[in-house]
């Protein structure tokens, strides 16, 4: 076989396994990692990732799943139409803990993602002793 067939192999094998982003709901993350130092005392670390549907369909978020009980995440609503922006909002609980804390949300879809997004929040605590 040529090089070139071989291409045009692999690229139709490719189309006919992702679907193209064109036909379906699609969402961009502005970010899908966050750092962030929480302030002494502070209680709960607030922080927002942004998106929007860049596909040509609604799309559905079927699920907002937490690593832990001390995080809570969720989205204004559940279906985007093409073109529109929201945020998945997540409230860390501080609680006991210090040093660098490594949380993750896990967002699925109805849209044309192969698996499920990972948004990634890493909190560095001060110990309680630098607090006074």
Known sequence: MTRLRIQMLFALG?????????SAGLLKWERESVDVAAQPGQRVVHV???????GNKPVTIVSVETSCRCTSADSSKKTYAPGEKDAISVDFTVGGQEGLVVK???VTTDGAELSPFTLTLRVTIPRPDRAR
């Open 104 to 106: 993750s949300v896990t």
């Open 14 to 22: 490719v189309l006919c396994v992702v679907p193209p982003a064109w």
């Open 48 to 54: 927002d990732f942004p998106f929007m549907n860049c």
